[in-house]
């Protein structure tokens, strides 16, 4: 396994200009398949609202008085015409408001983000450009030229920097472009993505941030305490 990967970084023109590394502890990790099916079924979980709400017998309006008497009618007792098995009754054990959001460590996520990472990078599905717009203004037409150069493919997940509105307004409304933040990049959405692309600036933007996990952590801890010791 090599230390580095390298891809090539094309222009708004589709043309070769430069090469940019992709860390093997990031994008040639292993690939640990029930780690990454937790983590997406625990963020598929959070973004439940979990509202649904159905009224018990004692919620449901009305039913206050007995339906017909005891005894003598031939039929059986009734105390309530609000009991589950009457129409407009209430319902039992039905879904009531709850969270259902799971705990997920920030190891767990950073770990399954690198090996969805990994898996797209080893099929040659993580691609990097300088820029999708060759001026200042937005194209979303040379920006569908610049994707239609790396691939040809349904779903693309492009990540941006924060601050690219030229990017973010060339893109946003192509259907088969799912536009990310670089510190918003998870594991479901490279998943669910045919192609990855990043531009130069959101690359540089996602290693320089907690992309490699507890590695990066300690990296930033041990220069923290040598400027302190200096």
Known sequence: MSDTLTVDVLDPQGKKAGTADLPAEVFDAQTNIPLI????????????????????????????????????????????????????????????????????????????????LSD??????????????????????????VLDNLSGRKNVLVVVERSDEITWKSLRNVERVHLLVADQLNTYDVLISDD????QGALDAFLAGPAKGSKATATSTEAAAEEEAK
Do not use: C, I, N, W
């Open 196 to 199: 990855v692309v990043f531009t």
């Open 120 to 145: 797209r990078a080893r099929a040659g599905r993580v691609h990097v450009v300088s820029g999708f717009a060759p001026g200042t203004a937005p194209s979303t037409k040379s920006a569908l030229a």
């Open 37 to 116: 099916h937790q983590v997406v079924v625990a963020q598929l979980a959070a973004a439940r609202q979990g509202t649904h709400d159905t009224k018990s017998r004692g919620e449901v309006r009305g039913g206050g008085k007995k339906p017909y008497k005891q005894k003598g009618t031939g039929r059986a007792r009734q105390g309530s015409t609000r009991a589950p098995q009457f129409a407009g009754g209430g319902v039992v054990h039905g879904p009531t408001p709850r969270d259902y959001s799971q705990r997920t460590p920030k190891k767990m996520k950073a770990a399954a983000l690198r090996g969805a």
